[in-house]
């Protein structure tokens, strides 16, 4: 029977490393995309899934059981891509699959679709500009917004859990994804008039 990530936790503060191993097994793919869309680098996004589990290892005494692992190791993972965004002042997030993608179906997969299938060459070509209108609106969103926009369209996290994992208030949360909402129909909206 596979053990729970909080048995896992538990086993690794005990000083099992083949414990750690498997959460680094079970929890490298979602947060290299988390981040990949975070940084839109994926050498970058590879560094900061590196540094968060070094920090999950360096913090093993501030986890406590009663969370969700997956939030605490997401909130680890948001804020080395948040403190990343700010030194770096990076703009951008990937709508062309998971950074961590690596056949032609995984990214078809992981690809956030703004058309669906069927279109003739001209509504491709169309559906790509708004892809990539879209990809440049939410690059310049704060990345506050750009965490929790990409959380729960994305990643599609609940709010209850966006809210542990970026440590802000129910609230908060859905007044920032309200924002980030609005701040995308507004810089969208030009292009959504021209297609009409």
């Given at each position: 029977m596979a053990r729970s990530d909080v048995q896992l936790m538990l086993d690794v503060k005990a000083g099992d490393e083949e414990s750690f191993d498997l959460l680094l097994h079970k929890y490298r793919s979602p947060l290299l995309n988390f981040l990949g869309r975070m940084v839109h680098d994926r050498a970058t996004a590879e560094d900061l899934a590196q540094e968060t589990f070094v920090k999950v290892l360096?913090?093993?005494?501030s986890y406590r059981p009663e969370f969700k692992f997956s939030s605490w190791i997401f909130k680890i993972a948001n804020n080395a891509a948040i403190d990343h965004l700010r030194r770096r002042q990076l703009d951008t997030l990937s709508l062309d699959g998971a950074p961590h993608?690596?056949?032609?179906?995984?990214?078809?997969?992981?690809?956030?679709?703004?058309?669906?299938?069927?279109?003739?060459?001209?509504?491709?070509?169309e559906a790509r500009e708004l892809g990539s209108a879209?990809?440049?609106?939410?690059?310049?969103?704060?990345?506050?917004y750009r965490a929790c926009i990409i959380l729960r369209h994305i990643e599609d996290r609940p709010y209850e859990e966006i809210a542990a994992i970026l440590d802000l208030p129910l609230g908060t949360v859905k007044t920032y994804i309200h924002r980030a909402r609005a701040e995308l129909?507004?810089?969208?909206?030009?292009?959504?008039?021209?297609?009409?």
């Open positions: 360096n913090a093993l005494d993608a690596t056949t032609p179906d995984r990214v078809e997969a992981t690809a956030l679709q703004v058309a669906g299938g069927g279109e003739s060459p001209l509504d491709e070509l879209i990809e440049r609106a939410i690059g310049r969103l704060r990345p506050e129909k507004d810089a969208l909206g030009p292009l959504r008039e021209r297609s009409e």
